[in-house]
């Protein structure tokens, strides 16, 4: 079976399983079924089937897999947002028809990925203009996050995060020997030459300064994975991801005990149930709450407690689930919590299956990718895109801080969607290189 025909069989149980969720939460409201659900079931594999077709025109050699997989994702955030309020279900299902016009473009436009290279630097700068703009916008929850005009507002760290990838995969591929056999051994630790070594710590650096900033601790925790990944992989030298490491930890420990923004994260991972706790505590203890009460097996869709009936939260000038629920931001930051109340531990770990298999499918690419930059985009876009993930379900879960990012594909938020369809494209695009029938000489 060719690679575009198994995709394509793999979208149908996607199709499924948004109409059985959808088919769920309208038997939770109404104790009846409606057609609406096969309706909207048959709309998002239409739409996913489109897509499918571009791809089979367009990049018939890539990877079967990742579409659908991405696609999964979608559909268990729309049925989920779905659950928690309509109106957001119907503006994330616009936002993902948006996201995959991207997803076209950016395969139209940009067939030739490599010529990235070529303007490293100028990508650079702007991920760096993308990081500090927020700043000149109000803060939310203490952090600049977004910039807003008029009616629209989008998170310009998820796009910076694709810029920064790109400029190191560019920079490393072109100074990976460089930095690896021209390197001095001290006192154990492999050091690079200042020369070779020196712009890309100054860009990164900049970047770092732009995230810690803007106060996006998020995607200052992925931004730093990303760039120990790509050096890790572009020199297999250990030592420095050692050495980043200290860094890392250093700087933890500084901001941790000198910016009270980031002490107060602290804190409240570590006594999330101390008396007299720093404010926002309340937010980790109800996630945890909500997780405890699904199980195993979870209490079904629609069936947690997630708005109070009567007069809740008399103080709030927002509908829900912006204000007046029981569990904060459950389309967004806690919607992994929902997850779990709701389909229970099984449930949950499924999701986090499912990103491990896009993963699996992102390095597989890059370990087949015929080039340098070939491998360390696909290798950068694949951990960025798991990090990510890795943030938010361990902040929730109380295994890391809480931070502010959303797990790709199943939030609410526009600039997550077309910001991953576009990290989708490109690492379908190499994947598409990487798996085109070599010609065989005479």
């Given at each position: 079976m060719s690679a575009r025909n198994r995709e394509l069989l793999a979208l149908v149980p996607v199709a499924a399983l948004i109409t059985a969720g959808f088919a769920a939460v309208f038997i939770t409201r109404s104790n009846a079924v409606s057609d609406v659900s096969l309706t909207y079931g048959a709309y998002f594999l239409g739409l996913c089937f489109a897509a499918h077709l571009f791809l089979r025109v367009r990049l018939p050699n890539a990877d079967p897999y990742l579409f659908p997989l991405c696609a999964l994702l979608a559909a268990i955030g729309l049925v989920v947002i779905y659950r928690i309020d309509d109106k957001l279900a119907f503006d994330q299902a616009s936002v993902f028809v948006l996201g995959l016009a991207v997803f076209c473009l950016t395969i139209l436009f940009l067939r030739d990925y490599t010529v990235l290279e070529r303007y490293r630097y100028l990508?650079?700068?702007?991920?760096?203009?993308?990081?500090?703009?927020?700043?000149?916008?109000?803060?939310?929850?203490?952090?600049?996050?977004?910039?807003?005009?008029?009616?629209?507002?989008?998170?310009?760290?998820?796009?910076?995060?694709?810029?920064?990838?790109?400029?190191?995969?560019?920079?490393?591929?072109?100074?990976?020997?460089?930095?690896?056999?021209?390197?001095?051994?001290?006192?154990?630790?492999?050091?690079?030459?200042?020369?070779?070594?020196?712009?890309?710590?100054?860009?990164?650096?900049?970047?770092?300064?732009?995230?810690?900033?803007?106060?996006?601790?998020?995607?200052?925790?992925?931004?730093?994975?990303?760039?120990?990944?790509?050096?890790?992989?572009?020199t297999g030298r250990f030592s420095y991801v050692l050495a980043g490491l200290i860094m890392f930890g250093v700087g933890a420990y500084v901001l941790g005990t000198h910016i009270q923004h980031v002490h107060d994260r602290f804190e409240i991972w570590q006594h999330p149930f101390a008396r007299n706790g720093p404010v926002g505590a309340g937010q980790i203890q109800q996630s945890l709450f909500e997780q405890a009460d699904g199980g195993l097996f979870g209490q079904g869709l629609g069936e947690s407690l997630l708005k109070l009936p009567g007069p809740f939260a008399p103080h709030c000038s927002q509908p829900f689930p912006d204000c007046g629920s029981i569990?904060?931001?459950?389309?967004?930051?806690?919607?992994?919590?929902?997850?779990?109340?709701?389909?229970?531990?099984?449930?949950?770990?499924?999701?986090?299956?499912?990103?491990?298999?896009?993963?699996?499918?992102?390095?597989?690419?890059?370990?087949?990718?015929?080039?340098?930059?070939?491998?360390?985009?696909?290798?950068?876009?694949?951990?960025?895109?798991?990090?990510?993930?890795?943030?938010?379900?361990?902040?929730?879960?109380?295994?890391?801080?809480?931070?502010?990012?959303?797990?790709?594909?199943?939030?609410?938020?526009?600039?997550?969607?077309?910001?991953?369809?576009?990290?989708?494209?490109?690492?379908?695009?190499?994947?598409?290189?990487?798996?085109?029938?070599?010609?065989?000489?005479?």
């Open positions: 990508i650079a700068t702007a991920g760096i203009l993308l990081l500090l703009a927020p700043r000149l916008f109000h803060p939310v929850n203490g952090a600049y996050l977004s910039i807003d005009v008029g009616p629209v507002s989008f998170q310009t760290s998820e796009f910076a995060k694709l810029c920064i990838v790109v400029f190191l995969a560019s920079y490393l591929a072109e100074k990976r020997e460089l930095l690896s056999v021209a390197a001095r051994r001290i006192a154990g630790l492999t050091i690079p030459p200042l020369k070779h070594f020196g712009p890309l710590l100054v860009v990164w650096g900049a970047a770092m300064l732009m995230v810690i900033f803007i106060r996006d601790l998020g995607a200052s925790l992925m931004f730093f994975g990303a760039f120990l990944a790509l050096l890790y992989v572009a569990l904060p931001a459950p389309h967004t930051d806690f919607i992994y919590a929902v997850i779990t109340g709701e389909l229970g531990l099984f449930g949950a770990c499924g999701v986090i299956v499912i990103y491990a298999l896009i993963a699996a499918r992102g390095f597989k690419t890059a370990v087949m990718a015929p080039d340098g930059f070939s491998k360390l985009l696909a290798a950068g876009l694949t951990t960025i895109f798991a990090l990510q993930a890795f943030v938010i379900i361990g902040g929730v879960t109380k295994v890391i801080p809480l931070t502010g990012v959303t797990l790709p594909f199943v939030s609410f938020g526009g600039s997550s969607v077309v910001a991953n369809m576009i990290l989708l494209a490109l690492l379908l695009l190499v994947s598409d290189r990487a798996r085109r029938p070599r010609e065989v000489g005479p």
